[in-house]
């Protein structure tokens, strides 16, 4: 049986994750979910687009609605809410609230009996699982996460929410000097402005205060104040001639001792031509997982660290013990 699945949301993410869905036949999309005028929503595959109050006319008829609605702004009021007549699957992404966004997600679902899936993507999400692992099977060591050189979703959805911006690409890139001493073992002591670095490229819109603008993206908590941050003004003619690519990646690394003087390196890495395309597609196999513990009762709230690395895939136990084990 596929899993039915909804997308709440049509930005870039939203697109991600309905070609995702084309790459995975055990799955199905039964609709796309809109706050624009869903007459003007035109889909490259003919999946019916419905204007996001008509959602709940869907139940009974979507396994998992994946939200694809901004961290900033979107998904701390919309995974609860939507969670009450689906169950979720999102990608919120801004660390230092994910505790309380899971604690509103879980009471939300149990209250409702269904199942949501928080913060999955490749970071939080993949990386995610690397640091676990990492610092489970090297407890003597020290973890380092670098982001990079790419586009940020949420940080560039965070700069297009700031009044008097019309589009915006912000680059996240890992300091060179940092990443070569983690890579040599080095186990330097790192603050979060010593790993990063930040670039934004923002088209105002006419009139819109510059000084006001690039003060606000230097002083935004949670995303810039923390790191040396560039502000670039640009026309949208450069925008789209420079910066229409979505390309990210980065890398987790665990070095650790397993006694004194024997040394370990363990180097996880990602590289994406497509951020959107990429985080589509995890959150195609998270939903694919919670369709499956939600049929087996579970409720509330989870992230991707509590799903059994089996119910990910679409491969049958035998044939993951035959093929991947």
């Not at 009471?107 to 489970?136: N, Q, T």
């Not at 020290?142 to 690409?169: C, M, N, P």
Request: charged share 25%; aromatic share 8%.
């Amino acid at each position: 049986m596929k899993t039915r699945i909804g997308i709440y949301g049509y930005g870039n993410l939203g697109k991600g994750v309905e070609k995702a869905v084309q790459k995975n036949p055990d799955t199905t999309l039964v609709g796309i979910f809109t706050r624009r005028a869903p007459e003007r929503v035109v889909s490259p595959f003919g999946t019916k687009v419905y204007a996001a109050d008509r959602a709940e006319q869907f139940i009974g008829e979507i396994d998992v609605m994946i939200l694809c609605g901004g961290s900033a702004t979107d998904l701390m009021e919309q995974t609860p809410a939507v969670i009450k007549s689906f169950n979720v699957v999102d990608s919120f992404d801004t660390h230092a609230r994910i505790p309380q966004h899971f604690a509103d997600v879980d009471k939300a679902g149990k209250e409702a009996g269904h199942l949501g899936v928080i913060s999955c993507g490749w970071d939080p999400g993949m990386f995610s699982l690397m640091r676990v692992y990492g610092s489970s099977i090297l407890p003597d060591g020290q973890d380092y996460t670098f982001w990079g050189k790419g586009v940020s979703q949420g940080h560039s959805d965070a700069i297009r929410r700031i009044e008097g911006v019309l589009d915006a690409r912000q680059y996240t890139i890992p300091v060179p000097a940092a990443l070569e001493a983690v890579r040599a073992g080095k186990n330097p002591a790192l603050t979060t402005r010593e790993k990063h670095t930040r670039e934004c490229f923002v088209v105002l819109k006419e009139g819109a205060d510059a000084a006001r603008i690039e003060k606000e993206i230097k002083e935004m908590p949670n995303y810039f104040s923390d790191y040396d941050t560039t502000v670039h003004f640009i026309s949208k003619e450069e925008l789209a001639r420079d910066h229409a690519g979505l390309p990210h990646g980065g890398f987790v690394f665990r070095s650790g001792e397993t006694s004194d003087g024997t040394r370990h390196m363990i180097e996880y890495s990602l590289k994406l031509d497509s951020n959107p395309e990429f985080t589509g597609s995890v959150l195609v196999a998270v939903a694919r997982a919670t369709a499956h513990l939600a049929a087996k009762g579970e409720t509330g709230c989870k992230t991707i660290l509590d799903i059994p690395p089996a119910c990910l895939s679409a491969l049958s136990g035998e044939e993951l013990r035959s093929h991947m084990l």
